[in-house]
Each structure stands twice: as C-alpha cells, then as structure tokens.
C-alpha cells in the first residue's frame, strides 16, 4: 500500500468502533494473568484423571491375565462339557508261595545228633549232682546246683574235660562256698589241672587200698583230690570256701569232709558222657 495514499474512512471507523469496546485505559493485566492460570490448572487436573484412568485399566488388565494368588477360571453358566477324574486301577499281582526247604537226610542226622548229645549231656550233669549229694552230703542240707552250670572243654588232641560247680551252705548261715568236680579222659604231664585251679601243689599219698590220689591244699581251707580211674580218666574235686560267682562272703565251714572226696572220686559210676 502506498504510503502517500488516504485510508478508506470506512475501514477507520471498524477500528474505532472496536477499540472503543476495550479501551486501553481500562485493561487489567491481573485479570488476564488469573485467567490464565485457572486454564492450566484445568489442563493439568485433565491429564492427571486420564493418567489414573490409564494406571487402573492397566492394573485390571494385570490382576486378570496375570499368575495371581487365585487362578481360577470362571466357567460360564449353564451346562458344559466335563472332565472326567483319572481312575487308578490297583495292579493285578499273583502271589507264589515260598519254596519250602526240606533238610538233606544227612542234615536231619547232624540236627538229630546234636539234640541227642545235649540231652545226654543234660542227663549226665544231674546224674553227676544226684551222686554228688549221694557221697558228699548224705543229709542233703548243703549242696545246691542252682547255677546249673557246666565247665569244660576239647582239646587239639580230641580230649574232653567236663565239670559242674556246686554251692555249699550251711542252714541258717551267710556265706557261700563251692564244689567244683570235674572229668577228663586227657593224658599226659598237664593233664591233671587241679593244681591250677587250687593254685598250690598236689602230692601223691597212697591209700589202704593200694590206689593213689593226689591231695594239696591252701592256707584259706581250701583243697583239692585228684585220682585216675582204671579206665583212664581223671577225676579231681576242688573246695573253696568262697563261691565267687555266686557270692562275696565265704562259708564259715570245712566243706565236704576228705574222706568223703577220696572215696567219691574212686566210685566207679563217675563216667564222662557219650561223644
């Protein structure tokens, strides 16, 4: 537009008119300044609700999809198809009995020998007390075979020893002591053990009727007869005023008298069992 032109009067009273509506002199910056202020707090409590609509939609989507505490699913109502339970069939098993094994002839011959020999052995130690008492104590007040024990033994060389320890009381009286007998069908120098278990020497003494025993004895009273039959075996009885297994107190006695013993150990009844 050229500058040395007129302006359209027209045009000049639109610009009159409209700044006459909101004169500068009465234009407050304040009151724009709030205006504005009240449009972004709008804006801002806007984004704010759209962000916490976005949060919520998102957790629910998580609570449904995701492995949570409760993952059960909600069948719909109405009749559906099922699922039937798996059924456990017990597996068939056939039982057979156990093989019985019969015992070979010659196992049924060693179990019958050995049962033989140990009631034989059981009979020849209560024949041995029966004697004992018989010839030891004819009045029957002192010996015992309560322990119902038996002593003995085989050697490399095939021999046996065997033996019984018998209690000695007196009526009435503590104490208690012991009478050992034993058999051996052994030779030879240590054959004869009595000394050992008396733990003093034996000597030879020859009877009335021409046999010999031998005899030894302790300070405490105790004593031991040792005399070999005819046939071969050796029989020795050994008295202790103390039963140590039995007791910690001795017997204020003499025990069997020795005469008794010499002539015990010569009766001819005096055997060791069957092999």
Known sequence: MRTDEHPDPAWLARFDEAAGHDPADTFDAADDLDRGRTALRRRRALVTASAGLAAAVVTGTVMVT????????????????????PTFQEPSVTLEPMPTETPSPREDDLLGDIDQQMADTQAWRDGLYALAVEELDTGGQHLDYDTNSMQGGRSGDGSRTLGIKLGWTLPGAVG????????????????????????????????????????????????????????????????????????????????????????????????????
């Open 176 to 275: 208690e002591g012991m009478v050992q007998i034993s058999l051996t069908d052994a030779t030879g120098v240590r054959s004869d053990a009595s000394d050992l278990y008396l733990q003093a020497p034996l000597t030879e003494r020859t009877l009335a009727n021409g046999e010999t025993v031998r005899i030894g004895e302790r300070s405490d009273g105790a004593y031991a007869v040792a005399y070999r039959q005819p046939d071969g075996e050796l029989v020795w009885v050994l008295w202790e005023p103390l039963f140590g297994n039995n007791s910690v107190t001795p017997v204020h006695d003499a025990g069997p008298d020795r005469r008794d013993v010499i002539r015990f150990v010569q009766d001819e009844r005096l055997d060791l069992p069957p092999r």
């Open 66 to 85: 995701s492995g949570g505490a409760d993952t059960r699913t909600v069948a719909p109502a109405g009749d559906g198809p099922t699922t039937a339970e």
